[in-house]
């Protein structure tokens, strides 16, 4: 974790802020942050444990603040956001930044695409599909370059 290097306040309220982003965002998009087919712009933020330990407590707050106002109930809030949880940790742990939007892919298809499977009753391997195809336009497609832009700008992160 961070605590030496930037104090366990600056720790905290990174962490906070980033939760607070993950979920004004999931929520200013909800038309498109739930349900079999979405595409959570805030997933995009999935890129941040790469510059900071930080971002995985405050992605996992911040998915479960979300999860509570999308409507699919405790399963999506439990689960859903552990593997926001999961996805974040093992991003920390990635040296090669094109690989690293492809945690919160793999473990959203497979963890998230059994919750919608359960609760929605669509299934498993569509569902999960459908949750993969939207992974790789959120991490992919703009968690990416926010990571290639982040990376330019590395110091906000000391």
């Not at 995009?44 to 790469?50: A, I, Q």
Request: proline letters at 5%; charged letters at 10%; one cysteine or more.
């Amino acid at each position: 974790m961070d605590f030496k290097k930037t104090g366990k306040h600056r720790y905290w309220a990174r962490a906070a802020m980033i939760a607070a982003i993950y979920t004004v965002l999931t929520l200013i998009f909800a038309p498109i942050s739930y349900g079999m087919v979405q595409v959570r712009v805030s997933e995009m933020l999935m890129v941040l444990p790469y510059f900071t330990g930080a971002a995985v407590p405050g992605l996992f707050v911040g998915c479960m603040i979300a999860n509570i106002f999308g409507g699919q109930g405790i399963l999506d809030i439990v689960f859903g956001s552990l593997a926001t949880l999961i996805s974040a940790y093992l991003v920390t742990k990635i040296e090669n930044k094109y690989l690293v939007p492809l945690p919160p892919v793999i473990i959203n298809a497979l963890i998230v695409g059994m919750v919608l499977h359960l609760v929605l009753g669509f299934p498993y391997y569509m569902t999960a599909a459908w949750v993969a195809a939207g992974q790789v336009v959120a991490c992919y497609g703009l968690g990416l370059p926010l990571l290639i832009f982040l990376e330019k700008r590395s110091h906000i992160f000391d």
